[in-house]
């Protein structure tokens, strides 16, 4: 079932007052396609909307997954939406986004009707991971930007909808292993990979577990999951980077910061640069802190 078919799912979830902000991090890191705040007295009450193209149950346990590290969001309402022009809604719910210096985020629909002249990431807004209107995509983004260098070859670790490893192609990487541990989501990669007139072989779409089962080096490596995946990650990364590679991650909010430049540091990782937007963090780093551009972090 469409969203233009004639419903959607929803999911409502509460936490103290003053934290909307987070709520619309979580609600877009679970897959929400559009949230609306809900008035009330003393909580920050937010309604997501889920496409039926999956289950209720599905959402759920995405949204339960995403919400797990905040032990005061609660899940206070769902069920189900009809009988409203949702296709219109829908589209509406993702307007064009300039994200750092260069890249313009934006569905197809409005291709045709943008005039300037940004490099543009066509992505269709699916249940995978990254559309570009969280946060955490955004700094990733600014770190492809200023880190990928043009004929490199990269590993996008959690791809998810493929805007990385695209961002990272029309910056002008040669070639990016973009993996996935849900198999589900290379589809909707390779649908945005065809958006984007980009050659089969530029992007190579693998489901896989982190860097499990890949061999080789490359010369620039992405990760935009979390906190946890990304430290279990770290320790294989120098030998994939070989010695003048830059690994750029994102995921991480400011709480985290400290935490995981220890890790970086443990494992042999200088940090060259880093980016945050909201409570959300993202850094570069390098085997080799004379390749990149240094900053103080």
Request: charged letters at 25%; aromatic letters at 10%; hydrophobic letters at 40%.
């Given at each position: ?5 004639g ?9 103290d007052?003053?934290n ?25 009450v937010l ?5 039926s ?16 590290p ?18 219109k ?28 002249d940004r ?6 807004p ?57 198999p ?16 089969e072989?530029?992007?190579?779409l ?27 990650l770290?320790?294989k990364?120098?030998?994939v ?30 940090p ?12 570069a ?10 900053k103080?972090i």
């Open positions: 079932m469409k969203p233009e078919e419903y959607w799912w929803y999911i409502t979830i509460e936490m007052d003053g909307e902000e987070a709520l619309l991090s979580l609600a877009d890191l679970s897959g929400s396609i559009g949230s609306e705040f809900i008035e009330t007295s003393g909580k920050s309604k997501s909307y889920y496409r193209t999956k289950s209720l149950e599905y959402w759920l346990g995405r949204v339960q997954e995403t919400t797990e905040w032990p005061s969001v609660n899940i206070v309402d769902m069920g189900k939406i009809e009988n409203k022009n949702w296709h809604t829908w589209k509406d719910a993702f307007p064009p986004l300039e994200v750092g210096e260069k890249f313009v985020v934006m569905a197809p629909w409005h291709k045709e009707g943008y005039k300037g490099t543009a990431l066509l992505i269709y699916g249940s995978a991971f990254g559309t570009g209107y969280h946060e955490s995509t955004q700094i990733a983004l600014e770190l492809i930007e200023r880190q990928v260098t043009k004929g490199g070859i990269g590993i996008d670790i959690g791809t998810g909808s493929g805007i990385l490893s695209i961002a990272a192609i029309k910056t002008g990487a040669k070639k990016v292993f973009a993996r996935d541990l849900d589900a989501v290379l589809g909707e990669a390779r649908a945005n990979l065809e958006l984007n007139e980009i050659d072989a530029a992007v190579i693998e489901e896989g577990d982190l860097l499990e089962g890949f061999f080789g080096t490359v010369d620039f490596l992405i990760a935009n999951i979390v906190f946890d995946p990304l430290v279990r770290i320790p990364v120098p030998e980077l070989g010695h003048k590679g830059i690994a750029l991650f994102s995921g991480l909010t400011l709480k985290e910061k400290a935490e995981f430049l220890a890790v970086l540091s443990e494992n042999g990782l200088v060259v640069d880093e980016a945050a937007k909201g409570d959300w963090w993202g850094v780093a390098s085997s080799s802190p004379g390749k990149s551009q240094k103080d």
